[in-house]
């Protein structure tokens, strides 16, 4: 499943026990991180992948856009997750493939 503006999801045979509906939501606004997480520059948009809360057998990649030139000069991108129970956003790392962060994740949650 994948938007017109890049977002998307790979899910491998097997990996979802149901057939189940998948939604990918993208909202206009950056993320903003705790003043404890003042290290993380934001670079795209939230991204709610559903139903959240889904799990997963195996690993599934999401696909993230971001605009390139939000990076600070001499840090590297990477994807992240919200952890609803912290308030605070982990990093999953991830690859880069053009205006595309694709990431390894075990659940649906906002990335």
């Known amino acids: 499943v994948t938007l017109t503006t890049g977002e998307g999801v790979s899910i491998p045979a097997g990996a979802l026990g149901t057939a189940t509906d998948i939604s990918i939501k993208k909202y206009d606004s950056k993320p903003q991180p705790s003043s404890a997480q003042s290290t993380i520059t934001p670079i795209g948009p939230v991204t709610v992948f559903g139903p959240p ?55 649906f949650t906002k990335f």
């Open 53 to 107: 809360g889904t799990q997963f057998s195996s690993a599934v990649t999401v696909l993230l856009s971001f605009t390139a030139a939000d990076l600070p000069a001499g840090q590297d991108a990477a994807a992240y997750w919200l952890n609803e129970a912290t308030g605070l956003w982990e990093s999953l790392g991830g690859s880069i493939n053009g205006g595309i962060m694709e990431a390894q994740v075990d659940h």
